[in-house]
């Protein structure tokens, strides 16, 4: 088992930056790849960013350019760095992971952290 929990959520004005933050713990050496979500009010969840063990990471087309995914392997910590956020980035954001990789890859990764909310306002 793996748990996740998620931190670093907060209200922002258009344009402004983020860091959200996931610490895993349990038996994250049988993950293969981890990711994080968001879910809009009233909309259905989508993939923000996926990352690979074997280092690919894949960018909705929606955040590219815009959001960095990076992690922390010494402290098991996966971080969504967001810049020039708009208000359609507003939402929950969830990280999530997968001892499969197509499980990531098909949106339906194994482990979910409780999500933490993104706020921006124009």
């Known amino acids: 088992q793996v748990q996740l929990v998620e931190s670093g959520g907060d209200s922002v004005h258009s344009g402004g930056s983020l860091t959200l933050s996931c610490a895993a713990s349990?038996?994250?050496?049988?993950?293969?790849?981890m990711a994080w979500f968001r879910q809009a009010t009233g909309k259905e969840r989508e993939k923000v960013v996926v990352?690979?063990?074997?280092?690919?990471?894949n960018y909705e087309a929606a955040v590219k350019g815009r959001f960095t995914i990076s992690q922390d392997n010494a402290k098991n910590t996966l971080f969504l760095h967001m810049n020039d956020l708009k208000p359609e980035d507003t939402a929950m954001y969830y990280c999530a992971a997968a001892p499969r990789t197509y499980d990531c890859y098909s949106g339906s990764p194994a482990y979910w952290g409780q999500g933490t909310q993104v706020t921006v306002a124009s």
């Open positions: 349990g038996s994250t050496e049988t993950l293969r790849c």
């Open positions: 990352k690979y063990s074997d280092g690919d990471t």
